[in-house]
T-cell receptor, first 112, second 113 residues
């Protein structure tokens, strides 16, 4: 298996622009997680899905952030409008009951 | 607010030395995981501990879960440069939160030859 796939690996954008991060989980995994990692706050859970349904979005910072999972093999995290404080590495992870979480390589976002 | 406190934040040692990193919380966890993260990559799971007082060994790594399931430690014997990385602990809550882990801020370990 190719593991969790994230794209793009790097994104540089200007304040106010819309940013869309993409994730393809491991086939057969029915849980998908979005995390954000910064030096100041460490690794924070933003939202997670089970069978494509959002279960807990309490970690989503504000309304500028939204996440979707239209099918079992694809999820997006969108930031609109983006702000410099959104600069971070965003990770996607997937798992299934009884298994470990497998993290993707992350997307490094820089908002100028 | 971080529910899991990791210490130290940074540790630099020479090859062959031993090291211990700690993960503490005021909360009880149903399970606790340790990950290692290398630059430009996502965290990779090292171990999961579930039972209070549990000790697990993985070659030169020893993991311990506190009796009250609130704290954990990771001990590395005879560290090697390949052990360099960010070590993260993550706790899973005891209520309806399967799979939802709270992560500590991490301990950056550097092992020099």
């Amino acid at each position: 298996d190719a593991g969790v796939i994230q794209s793009p690996r790097h994104e540089v954008t200007e304040m106010g622009q819309e940013v869309t991060l993409r994730c393809k989980p491991i086939s057969g995994h029915d849980y998908l997680f979005w995390y954000r990692q910064t030096m100041m706050r460490g690794l924070e859970l933003l939202i997670y899905f089970n069978n494509n349904v959002p279960i807990d979005d309490s970690g989503m910072p504000e309304d500028r952030f939204s996440a979707k999972m239209p099918n079992a093999s694809f999820s997006t995290l969108k930031i609109q409008p983006s702000e410099p404080r959104d600069s971070a590495v965003y990770f996607c992870a997937s798992t299934r009951p009884g298994d470990t979480q497998y993290f993707g390589p992350g997307t490094r976002l820089t908002v100028l | 607010t971080q529910l899991l406190e990791q210490s130290p934040q940074f540790l630099s040692i020479q090859e062959g030395e031993n090291l211990t990193v700690y993960c503490n919380s005021s909360s009880v966890f149903s399970s606790l995981q340790w990950y290692r993260q290398e630059p430009g990559e996502g965290p990779v799971l090292l171990v999961t501990v579930v039972t209070g007082g549990e000790v697990k060994k993985l070659k030169r790594l020893t993991f311990q879960f506190g009796d009250a399931r609130k704290d954990s430690s990771l001990h590395i014997t005879a560290a090697q440069p390949g052990d360099t990385g960010l070590y993260l602990c993550a706790g899973e809550g005891t209520t309806d939160s399967w799979g939802k882990f709270q992560f500590g801020a991490g301990t950056q370990v550097v092992v020099t030859p």
